[in-house]
């Protein structure tokens, strides 16, 4: 199958990873906001190159390739990536690392028993 390279100006999300779909949409603007109603399925992440910014996909042939104004996106595989915690053990540490005062007002966790 063909394969197409994306490259970015910036550093790519750091949650994006191999066998992830890379979508894009061409943004449109219509009385001073950009929207956007088309989302196009580029394909499956193969390789990623985070040093030169660099994600390769696998594109179909009849796929139109997205310009350099096209917002790229991805999606996860819901079936791998479970947003669940799995295991009997979990910790969480929330940090303001900005100088100024910082307000939480509240946080909210979902787990389930899993075994006894």
Known sequence: MPTITLTFPNPINVSCQIGDIVRYTNPTTVAGFQTSTTIVEIGPVTSIDRVLHKIVATISATTIA???????????????????????????????????????????????????
């Open 66 to 116: 997205p310009t350099t104004s096209s917002f790229i996106l991805f999606s996860k595989d819901n079936a791998v990536n479970n947003t669940s915690i799995l295991g009997y053990y979990g910790e969480l540490q929330l940090v303001n690392n900005s100088p100024h005062f910082a307000e939480m007002f509240e946080t909210t966790a979902g787990f389930f028993e899993s075994s006894k």
